[in-house]
């Protein structure tokens, strides 16, 4: 049997009920337990791991250290929305089990909204240490620099790769019945 799956959610103390509203979500589409942890920010500061002042937005940069650089971990924005097994997601990537990331990737979108959801290969996320997070300019942690070249960072499969609004809108139109996860861009 394999490990449970740690899924770890953004957190903002203002608005709890996205991140809670996820975390059903994702509990229920499961097809086997996982642990939802929520990345709330005082607690790393608390811990000495983010030092930053603002950008509680680049915790998620954190989660290879958390899970001690082992094993899969997926992130997820408390914005997206779960209508599907995030287990698919662990079976896409070990297809492709050499690469450090997987994440959504749209055409004509900037690359920094890829950072919305990650499927970190942890043990290929050991450059992802507190310093880099706390030194490294936001862009390149969401640009995703810290991964070497390209090769290194993989897609989500179609189904999970639905842009709710903007460039891809229509074509994301015609997978609807069969879209597993969505995210919409602000």
Known sequence: ???MLKVFLSYDPAQPSQ???LAQAVAQHASRPVAIIPVIEAQ?????????EGHPDLLRFLIPHLCEYGDY???LDRTLTCQGDVYDLIDHARKDDLRAVWCPQQKGQGRTDWSTALLFRNKFCEALTPTVVNLTAPVDLHLLKWAGVDINIGTFPVAWNWLAEGTDAKAGQKLRPAVKGAYATV
Do not use: E, H
Not at 44 to 52: A, C, D, I, M
């Open 1 to 3: 049997m394999s490990r």
């Open 19 to 21: 991140t809670w509203t």
């Open 44 to 52: 790393l500061r608390g811990q000495k791991l983010f030092l930053r």
């Open 73 to 75: 971990a997926l992130f």
